[in-house]
């Protein structure tokens, strides 16, 4: 009698948990494919737009060109995106030289040197470097940093420079590799650390030997991470670094192989990929002509770029993923 009574009861509680169940799982789906769609969508704008900057330039003059003109007042266009790039690589690289180290030393610490009260405080507030305002991050480079790298070590510096801009970048970076780096070290059994304890490691010799090693998928997927937001940063190179698209001069090694004086990159003023976009937005341009497609052709690049780096991530956290 009393399971004849319960059994349409738990055939409603089961009919509506599947419901249930199934209205979640419907619900992240839609989250999901909007999310892919508006990448599609993104990837599919650029491209529509910049086959028609492509159809009036040639690829391989935008690819090879030394020159970024694309509305001088004199006339002339020019749509050579060398010196751009020379420019994002210039900020990206130097601040990846600060951000990497700096970032995997403090996940170290906060991983496995830092008391758990410590690290409770310390992480939230290294995490507040993400949160400020980058344009903030340009003043500060622009009104503290080169008058101080001109008053002691670069006195030739010019006021709009990529070194500072680049320092910069790499401190707004730094939160972003100590976080995920710290997370994927703390997610290291601790069995491993009490092995090597065993063995007789030092604790040093079990932060490099063995955590560092175990976590380095999370660790590379940080790197990869962080150096995609660099290239993509704006608002701090526009302040700091200017807007002039500027080829450096190349001169002659031994045996006459050409090489750019780095000095010659960092102490002056450039652009950035991303910067050559907003001046190109902020000119008073219409569409259907070629200075406004041209944006879109930078963008694509830029795209295509964090893309391949963001695939490089999977394949190598694939790659080196421990499961435990």
């Known amino acids: 009698m009393t399971d004849s009574t319960e059994s349409p009861d738990l055939q409603r509680r089961s009919g509506l948990r599947r419901l249930k169940e199934g209205t979640y799982g419907g ?6 494919v909007a999310t892919l769609l508006t990448t599609v969508a993104i990837f599919a704008t650029l491209l529509l737009d910049a086959v028609v900057f492509f159809q009036e330039v040639s690829i ?32 990206t690289v130097t601040a990846a030289f600060i951000a990497l ?37 340009g003043y500060f480079a622009l009104v503290y940093i080169t008058p ?24 707004m970076t730094i939160p972003m590799v100590s976080s995920i780096s710290e997370d994927a070290m703390s997610a290291v059994p601790d069995e491993l650390r009490q092995a090597g304890y065993g063995l007789g490691a030092t604790k040093f010799e079990v932060s490099t030997g063995i955590v560092v090693p175990a976590s380095i998928s999370g660790i590379a ?39 750019i004086n780095p000095a010659d990159v960092l102490l002056q003023s ?17 569409g259907g002509t070629i200075p406004y497609d041209s944006m879109f052709a930078l963008g694509l ?3 295509v ?11 190598i956290a694939e790659r080196y993923r421990e499961e435990y």
Do not use: H
């Open 301 to 303: 690049s830029l795209f």
């Open 148 to 171: 101080a790298l001109k008053a002691t070590l670069f006195p030739e510096m010019s006021t709009f420079n990529a070194l500072a801009a680049s320092i910069m970048v790499g401190i």
């Open 221 to 259: 997927s940080s790197y990869i991470l962080a150096v995609s937001r660099a290239v993509g940063e704006t608002m701090i190179v526009v302040v700091a670094m200017g807007a002039q698209a500027r080829m450096p001069a190349v001169q002659e090694f031994a045996f006459g192989i050409p090489y």
């Open 305 to 315: 770029v964090t893309l391949a780096m963001n695939v490089i991530s999977d394949i």
């Open 27 to 32: 619900l992240f789906a839609a989250c999901a």
């Open 270 to 286: 450039g652009m950035t990929i991303t910067v050559a976009m907003v001046q190109i937005a902020q000119g008073d341009l219409t």
């Open 101 to 137: 180290p700096v970032g995997t030393l403090t996940a170290i610490y906060l991983s496995e040197y830092a008391t758990p009260n410590a690290r409770s405080i310390l992480k939230p507030l290294l995490e507040i470097l993400a949160g400020i305002p980058t344009v903030v991050y």
């Open 60 to 91: 391989v003059r935008f690819l090879s060109g030394t020159n970024w003109s694309p509305n001088p007042a004199g006339g002339g266009q020019s749509f050579g995106i060398v010196p751009l790039l020379i420019g994002t690589l210039t900020v």
